[in-house]
């Protein structure tokens, strides 16, 4: 069993930045896929970033495209903790960001992870 617990959001000018955190507990945290999902009003959950453990200390990190280029996905294995840095913040990443957690290699459906924390929100005022 792995608990998740997200911390770091709440509410930012557009154009600014906040850095969202994600503590893991429970298993082993460095084989995992970890990834971060949004969900925003009357919207499914959107894939928003990853990182795949490949061997080793290797990890490949996913972006959404709507993301690309303004958030950045990092992980510190001896914090067993997940980050996501967001930057350039847009009245359209208003949402609850969620951290997830998974055995295996898919990394963009959300219906394949099966560890959820329970969200925090991040708002963006334009």
């Known amino acids: 069993q792995v608990q998740l617990v997200e911390s770091g959001g709440g509410l930012v000018q557009a154009g600014g930045s906040l850095r969202l955190s994600c503590v893991a507990s429970g298993r082993t945290f460095s084989s995992y896929t970890m990834g971060w999902f949004r969900q925003a009003p009357v919207k499914e959950r959107e894939f928003v970033a990853a990182?795949?453990?490949?061997?080793?200390?290797?990890?490949?990190?996913y972006y959404g495209d709507s993301v690309k280029g303004r958030f950045t996905i990092s992980r510190d294995n001896a914090r067993n903790t997940l980050y996501l840095q967001m930057n350039s913040l847009k009245a359209e990443d208003t949402a609850v960001y969620y951290c997830?957690?998974?055995?295996?290699?898919?990394?963009?459906?959300?219906?394949?992870?099966?560890?959820w924390g329970q969200g925090t929100q991040v708002t963006v005022s334009s």
């Open positions: 997830a957690a998974r055995e295996g290699g898919s990394y963009s459906r959300a219906n394949d992870y099966q560890y």
């Open positions: 990182m795949r453990w490949m061997r080793g200390t290797t990890y490949y990190t």
